[in-house]
């Protein structure tokens, strides 16, 4: 059990995981607050989670569990986190925020992509220390390539937690934080999950996964990028997560 069978599957996963901290360290080389960085670093985030959700994600939940089953569990983790949404009481939380000087609507963007990604990264982990277990090669493969796309992910968390507060190490704690999530993953499938889990069972929460990450990018993320003057700034991000993460899954196929 405690051979490098498990270890290095492990490792893989931890390793994958904190690739989302070299993303974080962007804004330690911003020295200007402009908004058009901000706009821009918003648009990147939406980019990202919204084709990571459906190009890669969706798209493989499907092939293995079925289009309408996938989509059943995709539309399921929308109303979910819309569910949540309507049920956490925004206007305190934002009252807290206020109270320690940050901009509520971008810290609270923050937040959400680094709680949307955290919950994208758990089964991310579990899934490099699954195929890790059955080949070291295809799991070394599938870890490079999520933390090839974790560098703009870590990017997406950092950047409006930057803008909010002005403190970088509190966007690079968490983009850390969100990306601890995939090794956390990893050792709950090792001690928990493996005996139970099925390519389907995983296919379905992933599916759910990003329907909660979609749901994020439209409610949170795109209306803010678009405030002000410079809409195009932000759709040129958009463009541009897409294009980053579409080139790192094309590298590792």
């Known amino acids: 059990?405690?051979?490098?069978?498990?270890w290095l599957p492990l490792l893989l996963a931890l390793?994958?995981?904190l690739f989302t901290?070299?993303?974080?360290?962007?804004?330690?080389?911003?020295?200007?607050?402009?908004?058009?960085?901000?706009?821009?670093?918003?648009?990147?985030?939406?980019g990202v989670m919204i084709y990571v959700a459906l190009v890669e994600i969706l798209t493989t939940a499907i092939t293995t569990a079925g289009f309408l089953r996938a989509n059943v569990f995709f539309f399921g983790g929308i109303a979910?986190?819309?569910?949540?949404?309507?049920?956490?009481?925004?206007?305190?939380?934002?009252?807290?925020?206020?109270?320690?000087?940050?901009?509520?609507?971008?810290?609270?963007?923050?937040?959400m992509i680094a709680i949307g990604l955290a919950i994208h990264n758990f089964p991310e982990g579990l899934a490099v220390f699954v195929s890790s277990v059955a080949s070291i090669r295809l799991g070394l493969s599938l870890a490079v390539a999520i933390a090839l796309h974790n560098i703009p992910e870590g990017i997406a968390v950092a950047m409006p937690i930057f803008y909010a507060t002005g403190s970088r190490k509190?966007?690079?704690?968490?983009s850390f934080l969100s990306g601890v999530a995939e090794p956390v993953g990893a050792v709950i499938g090792m001690l928990v999950l493996v005996p139970f889990l099925?390519?389907?069972?995983?296919s379905c929460c992933?599916?759910?996964?990003?329907?909660?990450m979609v749901f994020i990018s439209f409610d949170e993320l795109l209306p803010l990028s678009c405030e002000g003057k410079?809409?195009?700034v932000a759709i040129l991000g958009v463009m541009s997560g897409m294009l980053i993460i579409a080139s790192s899954l094309h590298l590792f196929r």
Do not use: C, N
């Open 206 to 212: 992933l599916a759910a996964v990003a329907g909660i």
């Open 21 to 46: 901290s070299v993303g974080s360290l962007v804004p330690f080389l911003i020295k200007d607050l402009k908004k058009s960085y901000l706009q821009f670093s918003l648009g990147l985030s939406a």
């Open 80 to 111: 979910l986190i819309m569910f949540l949404d309507f049920l956490i009481p925004h206007s305190y939380i934002e009252e807290r925020i206020e109270k320690k000087g940050f901009d509520k609507k971008t810290m609270r963007a923050g937040v």
């Open 230 to 232: 410079t809409s195009h």
């Open 170 to 174: 509190k966007a690079f704690w968490f």
């Open 1 to 6: 059990m405690y051979d490098s069978r498990i």
């Open 198 to 202: 099925t390519p389907v069972v995983l």
């Open 15 to 17: 390793a994958a995981g």
